[in-house]
C-alpha cells in the first residue's frame, strides 16, 4: 500500500464505538515496525455546502476513473485516521498524481502548514 491508493477499511467512528468497513485514501505509507498508515474518509454522502476540505470525486471524470469508485463521493480530509496497515482490507484503485497534488495542498491549508 502507499500514498494514493483507495481501499476499503476498518474506519473508526468517533461517535460510536467500533469500526465500519468504508473506503479511505492512504496518504503515508507504512510507518513504524507495527505498519500504521494515515488515511482520509472516503463518503458517498456530498454535503450540501463542501468544506474547504473536501474533494469531491466522481468517477466518471477522467481524472478520478482510476479510483474505482462505484458512486460521486466525498473525500473528507478534516476526517483522518491513522489504522494498522492490516485493517486496509481490500484494495480499488488509486487517484492520479495531479489529484493527489491538490490533496497535499489542501492538507497543508487545513493544517496551516508552510507551502
Given at each position: 500500500m502507499g500514498q494514493g491508493e483507495i481501499f476499503l477499511a476498518q474506519f473508526p467512528f468517533?461517535?460510536?464505538p467500533g469500526m465500519r468497513i468504508r473506503p479511505v485514501l492512504v496518504l503515508t505509507g507504512a510507518i513504524g515496525s507495527i505498519p500504521e498508515?494515515?488515511?482520509a474518509y472516503i463518503s458517498s454522502v456530498i454535503p450540501a455546502q463542501l468544506l474547504?476540505?473536501?474533494l469531491l470525486v466522481d468517477p466518471m471524470k477522467l481524472e478520478f476513473h482510476s479510483t474505482h469508485l462505484k458512486v460521486v463521493s466525498t473525500l473528507?480530509?478534516?476526517k483522518l485516521s491513522t489504522i494498522h496497515a492490516s485493517s486496509l482490507v481490500r484494495y480499488l484503485?488509486?487517484?492520479d498524481s495531479v489529484q493527489f497534488?491538490?490533496?497535499a495542498?489542501?492538507?497543508k491549508q487545513l493544517l496551516a502548514l508552510p507551502s
Open positions: 468517533g461517535d460510536v498508515v494515515l488515511v474547504a476540505s473536501n473528507r480530509l478534516h484503485g488509486t487517484i497534488t491538490v490533496v495542498n489542501k492538507l
